[in-house]
């Protein structure tokens, strides 16, 4: 049990990275709120089927949410439907691997914060850890002697999508370990498909004020949206499996491989240029996540 988060969260850096790779092109076609809310009304069949599936497999009922937990849903609920949204504008004038840096910049904010709000424990190694992988990943998006603020608006846009990244796994962590009752994999898919609920609704009530024309262009494209929606309820399933495993610092440090991954989709599927200083940076990264790995399970 000690090892499954870690393929939990490989499963779900996997899974991520082709989503984005998805609501990037989607966001071409119908804009960026379009292409934010699909990932919340297309995945949300996908969870419910998933939540259907688990009560089969364990013969649990699905637990009822308490104050706290539905509170900590709440709250990473509407934090990823902001840090989509921001995600999807920088990917509009960056690399898909670029963008990708950007918001794994969040697992030092996760580990410090998680440890003062859900009590979770972190040593010294484990930061260090944390933070070895964390440069990694500035080393591939800022070039020598850049300082952060001459990186620009889409790099401040992409540092604030990776804090409310963070922010909304602190607040999925938060709402399955409040849960009293189930195990891991039903609390882990019932928080998730209650987080989407929550989601689809707040976007579908903005949408239907605001933009109608993105919230038409997103059923006008349903075969991609729906192939987006599976791929975001797939990747959301295994990241809320390792959360309710481990502390979200572990399982947000080892989704740094997803901008290895990321650059291998940058680099083969959208044929954008992959420099020897984002190489070096990947290697500091799978230092920093090997020495995690190697302390924690």
């Given at each position: 049990m000690s090892s499954l988060w870690v393929l939990a969260a490989l499963l779900g850096s996997i899974g991520q990275v082709a989503r984005?790779?998805?609501?990037?092109?989607?966001?071409?076609?119908?804009g960026t709120v379009g292409a934010t809310q699909v990932r919340f009304l297309f995945g949300l069949p996908f969870a419910a089927l998933f939540l259907g599936l688990m009560t089969l497999a364990t013969g649990e009922s699905i637990p009822i949410p308490n104050l706290p937990s539905l509170g900590f849903t709440i709250a990473g609920?509407?934090?990823?439907?902001?840090?989509?949204?921001?995600?999807?504008v920088v990917?509009?004038?960056?690399?898909?691997?670029?963008t990708t840096a950007w918001l794994k910049t969040e697992p030092v904010i996760v580990a410090l914060a998680a440890a003062l709000i859900l009590r979770d424990p972190i040593s010294l190694p484990v930061l260090g850890a944390i933070v070895i992988a964390s440069?990694?990943?500035m080393l591939m998006s800022i070039k020598p002697g850049t300082h952060v603020w001459q990186l620009g608006r889409p790099a401040l846009?992409?540092?604030?999508?990776?804090g409310l990244f963070g922010a909304s796994a602190i607040g999925f962590r938060g709402g399955i370990t409040h849960l009293d009752q189930?195990?891991?994999?039903i609390r882990a898919t019932s928080t998730l498909t209650l987080s989407l609920l929550i989601q689809t609704a707040t976007l579908l009530i903005w949408m239907a004020l605001f933009n109608r024309a993105a919230l038409r262009a997103s059923f006008a494209v349903w075969r991609s949206s729906l192939f987006a929606g599976f791929l975001g309820a797939f990747a959301s399933q295994f990241w809320f499996i390792g959360f309710a495993?481990?502390?979200?610092?572990?399982?947000?440090?080892?989704?740094?491989?997803e901008v290895i991954f990321a650059t291998a989709?940058?680099?083969?599927?959208?044929?954008?240029?992959?420099?020897?200083?984002?190489?070096?940076?990947?290697?500091?990264?799978?230092?920093?996540?090997?020495?995690?790995?190697?302390l924690q399970v």
């Open positions: 984005n790779a998805m609501q990037s092109s989607l966001t071409r076609q119908i609920a509407l934090a990823q439907i902001a840090a989509t949204g921001l995600m999807l990917m509009k004038s960056q690399s898909f691997a670029v440069a990694g990943v846009t992409g540092l604030l999508a990776g189930g195990g891991f994999l495993l481990t502390s979200a610092a572990n399982v947000r440090t080892l989704a740094l491989v989709v940058s680099r083969y599927v959208f044929k954008q240029p992959v420099t020897r200083r984002q190489i070096i940076g990947m290697a500091v990264i799978v230092l920093g996540v090997g020495l995690l790995l190697r």
